[in-house]
């Protein structure tokens, strides 16, 4: 048996277990925003908070499951670094919000679909695959600019295998 292979996807399997962003190794309260931007280039937002700091936003949609929320104080120094799809922000998520808190909260999103039937508009992102399909997507429904209601979808092959 060539046992190269499976020494190959071990191999890879592990690597990818132990990756750390490099945005997450920056020391809070220490880093400055230069070194941010030399760690991980420009943001794909960037948001002046009410205290006088600034939040960078990193998304990775449309096909990435995370979106790094990086919060600068005041100072310019490094306060802390956020995934702004994690579960527990997804459950910030209220009906009544508008689309720009909605927006600002979870960051850029991967797309967006009109459904007439239920005069809804639907936002989504890609999340971590938590179910049963190949992917997982967070979606959140307006009605006119306004959140109602937030629900989940699994992605399923085409096929319908998961060979």
Excluded at 80 to 105: F, H, K, Q, Y
Aim: proline share 6%.
């Amino acid at each position: 048996m060539n046992w190269k292979l499976p020494a190959l996807c071990l191999s890879l399997v592990l690597v990818a277990c132990a990756y750390r962003p490099p945005l997450l190794g920056l020391p809070i309260g220490r880093a400055t925003e230069t070194e941010v931007l030399a760690t991980v280039g420009a943001p794909t937002r960037r948001w002046q908070d009410a205290d006088g700091g600034t939040t960078l936003e990193y998304a990775t949609q449309p096909w990435g499951t995370v979106c790094w929320m990086v919060k600068l104080g005041a100072d310019g120094r490094l306060l802390g670094v956020s995934d702004a799809l994690s579960l527990g922000n997804r459950l910030t998520i209220e009906p009544g919000m508008n689309r720009a808190e909605v927006s600002r909260r979870l960051g850029v999103h991967r797309s967006v679909e009109y459904f007439v039937l239920s005069d809804e508009e639907v936002w989504d992102w890609n999340i971590e695959n938590t179910g049963p399909g190949i992917e997982t997507r967070f979606n959140v429904h307006f009605r006119d600019g306004i959140v109602r209601r937030t629900s989940q979808t699994y992605i399923y092959p085409y096929d319908g295998g998961f060979d």
